[in-house]
């Protein structure tokens, strides 16, 4: 439950809208959100493997809210920050509510790792030996080779006493703690970081037989300390803050600050200590102190602060197992497909000129959509220039291969590569620095804004004329997430989007301001206010008795002034169906302010990370997609984009995607008035209605 301790106001439609108990906290409803995500792994309907999967991501998901959020909060705490948010709580109160909802969550998480997933695993042929104790004694034959082979010269102990500091502990890396009785009978204390280098799971004779490493390491302390008495070994980790702080002020050079502050993050302040079931009171004090006389934040680590866990640390690292050739444990293959008006094999700017072209990925393939586009573009010796924003790269990115064989072929090649996005920042450093060695005009971005638009402008000579294509996307350049992610896109050669475009473009990398955009909504500056005015527009439909409603789909919804104009227009009669797949600060079906609101989110075998806003307006309906969800940092501190569907057929296809998914039996959760969500269950198994199962039907 992520209930705020205020009470719900009053339901007079008069209602302070302000009130707290209007609002569900930012933090805790992204927890909940995380439980939805670890439910897939406990729901048994879950193929086995894909459970596995699930409690990889959950564990991923949490760290990266560690790192993040709750460091965060954390600094706001240290500097006396004690402002409350919408919902009333200060970041302490914040603080306490979120370790009280992690431990839980961690324990179920290991209840369902431990009791249920791994022995059913070990049913199906794959066996995970999580003790050393396990093997046999042809398993410890076969690892102590293995180790001196391939694990042994790559360790480095380090000892601690006067002549040896305590040793840098890396951000979200596994160490072993040793404790150790040396010739002269005084106790030590020794440290071994379990190198990720090496590969996390080790193989053990016969098929699908693994052990963590560092169960191999701990087994095989004596070649790292010989002649020393082992006392015993305790595995902990560490999470750190990663949240870049940058003064945009005084970037001069941003690349190299941000490089800097890459470089810096290394040694941020810790958040969160993991250590093993077990591990002494000794040891979870000294590892505080460490930590504590390390960090130069003066934020102040305590008992409190440490997770014990009871089984295997940083369970992301699962997902590797998850990826094994056992299709019987996985979900059925899929193939994405091209898109009919693509498959003939016509010049894909053909296509769009015939008429604007929507994508939704990953059951439209992006390879044969996006990419074809972009490698068509490339090749063509018509187009003289292209344009793209790049957000996410990713470590291999074939689009930014691309663009650089573009360059080299002489075309005017512009990327606006965002490098502050979170977790992506060092990929994107490399790309940004190699795209410029061949010629490619790199930008950062507007000063103090992240872009998160996802736009593409291909500029093409055509007889006597220069055509503009565009694409408008919701997702990242990024093949990888792709086919993991859903997400519209729209292909057009409309020239209003074109001129829009290259005012954005214009906008990112000079100096230049755009009085107005023609069809695009453009964050910081008009899209706020479109929003607002078409949420009013349905509220006066129906205080004049027509029907009114809205059907909106996005990642998050947080931002407070859109909430109030949602709650004002429910007040109003508006039919309100919102589709949030993570965090949402409104509370729902609260009588005279919310009872015409209601939520859901769908949570499965793909990250739903599409937004579309479909908009009644009296029967001539108006849909959009694009990159922001309703939070303030994308309404007021992101460049941003949403596009206007203006073909009918695609306006219908995007409200009926938008009406199958609100259907939804199987992966849907609605939210409730107290905060909790709840799944819907179907009637029968025959009545199952799953949107990824039947978008990938309708697709085949």
Known sequence: ???????????????????????????????????????????????????????????????EFFQVRVAGLRRQVDVGYSERTADGLTPDEQLRSIAEIARGMVADQYRCLLGEVVPEL????????????????????????????????????????????????????????????????????????????????????????????????????????????????????????????????????????????????????????????????????????????????????????????????????????????????RDPPFLPATPARLASGRSVFDVIREGDLLLHHPYDSFQTSVERFLQQATDDPDVLAIKLTLYRTGGDSSIARLLAHAAERGKQVAVLIELQARFDEESNIIWAQRLEDVGVHVSYGVSGLKTHTKIMLVVRREGDEIRRYVHIGTGNYNPRTARLYTDFGLFSSDPALGEDLTDLFNELTGFGVTERFRKLLVAPRTMRGRFVEMIRRESAHARAGRPARILAKMNALVDQEMIQELYEASQAGVQVQLIIRGICCLRPDVPGVSDNIRVISIVGRFLEHSRAFWFHNGGADEVYIGSADWMPRNLDRRVEAVVPIEDPHHRRVMRDLLELMWEDNRQAWDLLTDGTYRQRLPPSPQEERATHRRLLEAST
């Not at 995500?37 to 459970?51: I, K, M, N, S, W």
């Not at 390390?294 to 998850?322: F, K, R």
């Open 1 to 63: 439950m992520i209930t705020s301790p205020s009470t719900v106001p009053a339901t007079e439609p008069s209602a302070d809208l302000k009130h707290a108990g209007l609002y569900f906290n930012r933090e805790l409803s992204w927890l909940e959100f995380n439980r939805r995500v670890l439910h897939e792994a406990q729901d048994r309907r879950t193929p086995l493997l894909e459970r596995l999967k699930f409690l990889a991501i959950f564990a991923g998901n949490l760290d």
């Open 122 to 329: 070990a049913q199906a042929g794959v066996h995970l030996l999580l003790d050393f104790e396990e093997a046999t004694e042809e398993d410890r034959a076969h690892l102590k080779a293995y180790f001196q082979r391939n694990v042994f010269p790559v360790l480095t102990p380090l000892a601690v006493d006067p002549a040896h500091p305590f040793p840098y502990i890396s951000n979200l890396s596994i160490s072993i703690a040793v404790f150790l009785r040396g010739v002269d009978g005084e106790e030590r204390f020794a440290r071994v970081k379990v190198p990720k280098i090496l590969p996390r799971w080790v193989a053990l004779p016969g098929t699908h037989r693994y052990l963590p490493l560092e169960q191999l390491i701990g087994a095989h302390l004596e070649s790292l300390f010989p002649g020393v008495e082992i006392l015993g070994w305790h595995s902990f980790r560490i999470t750190r803050n990663t949240d870049l702080q940058i003064d945009h002020d005084e970037a001069e050079d941003l690349l190299s600050l941000i490089q800097e502050e890459v470089r810096n993050r290394r040694f941020a302040e810790v958040s969160r200590v993991e250590v093993g079931a077990g591990t002494p009171t000794a040891l979870r004090q000294l590892l505080l102190a460490e930590f504590n006389a390390s960090q130069d934040e003066g934020i102040d680590l305590t008992l409190g602060d440490v997770y014990e866990i009871p089984g295997l640390l940083d369970c992301s690292d699962l997902m590797s197992l998850a990826t094994l050739d056992l299709p019987e444990l």
